[in-house]
């Protein structure tokens, strides 16, 4: 059994900035890609970044420049550095992993239970 738990969400100001962290725990072989999607009211989810074991990141355009995904191996942990955030920005936050269960096993997807962002005007 595989968990998630995020957590760094929240209410903030239009400029302002957020860290978000998500922490992997259960049995498992290894951890390929961890990564952060949103989904906004009445919208379907989507990517915001996402960052593979070797630390190859890949990024939504909207958050480019603004947002740094990075990861503690060690830890099982994948952090989304949020600044300038924008009201456009406000969404509930699921952290995403890709695990390998085992030697040959195929990758399964994993999800968080969400986080709250809100960003003011």
């Known amino acids: 059994q595989v968990q998630l738990v995020e957590s760094g969400g929240g209410l903030v100001q239009a400029g302002g900035s957020l860290r978000l962290s998500c922490a992997a725990s259960?049995?498992?072989?290894?951890?390929?890609?961890l990564g952060w999607y949103r989904q906004a009211p009445g919208k379907e989810r989507e990517l915001v970044a996402d960052?593979?074991?070797?630390?190859?990141?890949n990024y939504a355009d909207s958050v480019k420049g603004r947002f740094t995904i990075s990861r503690d191996n060690a830890k099982n942990t994948v952090y989304l550095q949020m600044n300038n955030l924008k009201p456009e920005d406000t969404a509930v936050y699921y952290c995403?992993?890709?695990?390998?269960?085992?030697?040959?096993?195929?990758?399964?997807?994993?999800w968080g239970q969400g986080t709250q962002v809100t960003v003011s005007s």
């Open positions: 259960g049995s498992f072989f290894s951890i390929a890609v």
């Open positions: 960052i593979t074991r070797g630390g190859s990141t």
């Open positions: 995403n992993a890709r695990i390998v269960p085992g030697i040959g096993f195929t990758i399964r997807y994993y």
